[in-house]
């Protein structure tokens, strides 16, 4: 479910991503001609009144466009993998079960230009509805792919020329001191546990420096960080 106009816009836009249907609240429909006037020929547009759009919703907020995508088969890790550029910033989340954190570290991967994101089983669906509004669209933009095993994974990154750092709060360096290499992979845990000992035992692992007596960051809030110190611009 893509919700309102900058959603909407990006779900159109997407070469991944397939519009089945749009509704609109009649108020909203002459601010939309130019995103609809891209859509493709023969896409449903219903236009109603707000109770409809209330009762079709299932709770007043929608923001008044509600858009539904088709599903596309999940990406292969390893393929998704093997198409990135030979200078890349992939994320790699692991059991993070939280939409709203989810939502927000798309968002923050597509503001500062990961290449991709790999998310473990045990993570939420990027393409919860939530998920999608928080990204503000951002999971329909960054290219994704699921994998089994953490451990694994992280080997297979290290035989594509990829160097992973952990985040943690007790992480050996401080980010600042990190310069990225031209492949480099960022490993984010779930809030509370983090990530698994076994993994922080075998890469680098980063902290961010905060006051004394504090003991982390939300793990949206920390990616936004560290992705802006890995940046490298355009």
Request: charged share 20%.
């Amino acid at each position: 479910i893509a919700e309102g106009k900058v959603v909407l816009e990006t779900l159109l836009a997407s070469s991944r991503f397939e519009a089945e249907s749009v509704m609109v609240l009649q108020s909203r429909l002459a601010g939309l001609s130019e995103i609809l006037a891209k859509a493709p020929s023969g896409l449903p547009v219903y236009v109603v009144a707000g109770p409809v759009m209330d009762e079709v919703a299932g709770f007043p907020v929608h923001r008044g466009i509600l858009a539904i995508g088709r599903r596309p088969p999940v990406a292969d890790a390893g393929r998704l993998l093997a198409s990135l550029p030979p200078r890349a910033l992939a994320l790699v989340l692991v059991g993070i079960s939280n939409h709203d954190n989810i939502g927000s570290i798309f968002r923050n991967a597509a503001a500062f230009g990961a290449d991709a994101i790999f998310l473990d089983r045990t993570c939420c669906d990027p393409l919860y509805r939530k998920a999608i509004r928080v990204s503000t669209g951002s999971v329909l933009r960054v290219p994704y792919a699921i994998f089994d095993d953490s451990a694994a994974f992280a080997g297979i990154l290290a035989e594509n020329g990829f160097e992973s750092f952990a985040l943690s709060p007790r992480g050996a360096a401080d980010i600042r001191n990190i310069r990225p290499g031209k492949r480099t992979a960022l490993f984010l845990g779930t809030e509370g546990t983090g990530l698994p000992r076994t993994l922080l035992e075998r890469m680098n692992t980063l902290r961010i420096a905060m006051t004394d007596g504090f003991d982390s960051l939300n793990v949206a809030a920390a990616s936004a960080i560290v992705l802006h110190h890995l940046y490298q611009g355009d």
